[in-house]
């Protein structure tokens, strides 16, 4: 088929997520190496966003997809009942990587699911119904992670599960805790104490939260919150929940990005970077005293394809892979990099409000005047952002334009040769946005 063919034929007979199809303009992809890939007209991309921030090791890795080749000829499916050789190895190395109490895992198909797990394991621990999480989130997409997310896109699919209480994190859209981190997380968590205690300590199971906020702007928690947010879970009987979808398994230079912040969670879910998103996989990690207690009540809970040998193979290969070459400490090291890069642009470019970035787990915003107001509304797009993502595409980079920001979420196998490439083309298509500053 030629390039019209097949993305007619997608149109045609397919969904597509997140989308009202007749607007839909799909990138006809057809190989992919590295930090590249190519559409079937052999047009080169960079992938600054590592698709949906998870091919972390980059793209068609000759050591994960040997392993699934390997997986196949030996077990291609066994149900999740059974013991096989790559879910204990998998086991066995996720419980060598995850700092303790974390020591046992369940296998899912993906990060919501992962999530819809973990909610599930909260509440049959605590006996309790309800969970909190916060507006700036995103946990996926499945019946009850769509109530757990706060941004826009649970508006639609609401009513969802009930009991899910939404808090402000401590970088609200608007409003504001204060100036210094040591305030804002002073009365960031003297808030949430207070929530938990008007809605009853004793009813909440798990306060659900993303350790580094993703799509809602790449959020690095402030001083102080992540060990605050522990102890107020401590001292209520609460399960501590980090979800780590897209900033675990070394986007943020580290395995998890709650060791960045000296707290350990009762429960991490994980995904994409698990397996660097070759196959569909989603863990659950729990503390050893939720293990305990499924060791003696049971666990209602699972999927036909949980615990699938191929994935499995898939996610210790791309571990591997990830450890032996480097490329966590890589995502660390070009961290400083990639914060110059920021700051380089916004000391040029008039649009730019602000760079955010955490290892290779990174965003730009963009305003519109000195004021700070953005360049596209809430929730919303602008001609400003439409031209930069149509200029983006042209030169060949592509990553997620969304309200007034963009992704910088590189492949981790990145080179800071390959890094500041991809600067100099945003940088060039910065003049687009410039030209909407008004000032």
């Known amino acids: 088929m030629n390039t019209d063919e097949i993305v007619q034929l997608c149109k045609q007979h397919t969904l597509y997520s997140w989308s009202a199809?007749?607007?839909?303009?799909?990138?006809?992809?057809?190989?992919?190496?590295?930090?590249?890939?190519?559409?079937?007209?052999?047009?080169?991309?960079?992938?600054?966003?590592?698709?949906?921030?998870?091919?972390?090791?980059?793209?068609?890795?000759?050591?994960?997809?040997?392993?699934?080749?390997?997986?196949?000829d030996e077990l291609m499916f066994a149900m999740p009942?059974?013991?096989?050789?790559?879910?204990?190895?998998?086991?066995?190395?996720?419980?060598?990587?995850?700092?303790?109490?974390?020591?046992?895992?369940?296998?899912?198909?993906?990060?919501?699911?992962?999530?819809?797990?973990?909610?599930?394991?909260?509440?049959?621990?605590?006996?309790?119904?309800?969970?909190?999480?916060?507006?700036?989130?995103?946990?996926?997409?499945?019946?009850?992670?769509?109530?757990?997310?706060?941004?826009?896109?649970?508006?639609?699919?609401?009513?969802?599960?009930?009991?899910?209480?939404?808090?402000?994190?401590?970088?609200?859209?608007?409003?504001?805790?204060?100036?210094?981190?040591?305030?804002?997380?002073?009365?960031?968590?003297?808030y949430l104490e207070e929530v938990i205690k008007s809605e009853g300590a004793h009813t909440i199971a798990a306060f659900f939260l993303e350790t580094v906020t993703g799509t809602n702007g790449i959020l690095v928690p402030p001083k102080g919150y992540l060990k605050g947010v522990r102890a107020l879970c401590d001292k209520y009987g609460i399960v501590m929940i980090c979800d780590e979808v897209m900033a675990g398994f070394g986007r943020t230079g580290s395995v998890y990005a709650f060791e960045h912040f000296g707290v350990v969670p009762d429960i991490v879910t994980a995904a994409k970077g698990l397996t660097s998103s070759y196959l569909p996989l989603g863990m659950m990690g729990i503390s050893d005293a939720i293990?305990?207690?499924?060791?003696?009540?049971?666990?209602?809970?699972?999927?036909?394809?949980?615990?699938?040998?191929?994935?499995?193979?898939?996610?210790?290969?791309?571990?591997?892979?990830?450890?032996?070459?480097?490329?966590?400490e890589n995502a660390a090291a070009l961290e400083k990099v990639q914060r110059s890069e920021m700051d380089r642009l916004k000391a040029k470019h008039p649009s730019v409000k602000e760079g955010r970035c955490i290892g290779l787990f990174g965003i730009i915003e963009l305003q519109k005047n000195a004021q700070g107001e953005p360049l596209a509304p809430f929730n919303s797009s602008s001609p400003a952002m439409d031209q930069l993502k149509v200029a983006f595409d042209e030169r060949g980079l592509f990553t997620f334009v969304r309200w007034n920001a963009f992704m910088c979420n590189p492949p981790l196998c990145i080179t800071e040769e390959q890094l500041r490439e991809a600067y100099a083309i945003i940088d060039d298509c910065l003049d687009v946005a410039d030209r909407h500053f008004e000032g």
């Open 81 to 190: 009942s059974a013991a096989t050789a790559v879910r204990a190895r998998l086991g066995k190395m996720l419980a060598d990587l995850t700092p303790d109490p974390i020591n046992t895992f369940f296998f899912t198909l993906g990060g919501a699911e992962a999530n819809d797990n973990a909610l599930r394991a909260a509440k049959l621990y605590t006996g309790r119904q309800k969970v909190l999480a916060r507006y700036r989130s995103y946990h996926g997409a499945s019946g009850a992670t769509i109530s757990l997310t706060g941004d826009p896109r649970r508006w639609p699919n609401e009513p969802g599960v009930g009991g899910v209480i939404h808090v402000l994190d401590p970088s609200p859209y608007e409003f504001s805790f204060g100036t210094t981190e040591e305030e804002i997380t002073a009365r960031s968590l003297s």
């Open 291 to 328: 293990a305990e207690h499924f060791q003696k009540n049971v666990f209602w809970g699972g999927l036909t394809y949980n615990a699938h040998p191929m994935l499995l193979a898939c996610a210790e290969a791309n571990i591997r892979v990830m450890l032996d070459e480097g490329m966590i």
């Open 21 to 72: 199809g007749g607007g839909v303009k799909p990138i006809p992809m057809a190989k992919a190496e590295g930090i590249y890939f190519w559409t079937t007209e052999g047009k080169r991309y960079i992938d600054f966003n590592s698709q949906l921030m998870s091919v972390n090791i980059g793209h068609g890795h000759p050591r994960v997809r040997d392993a699934i080749k390997a997986q196949a």
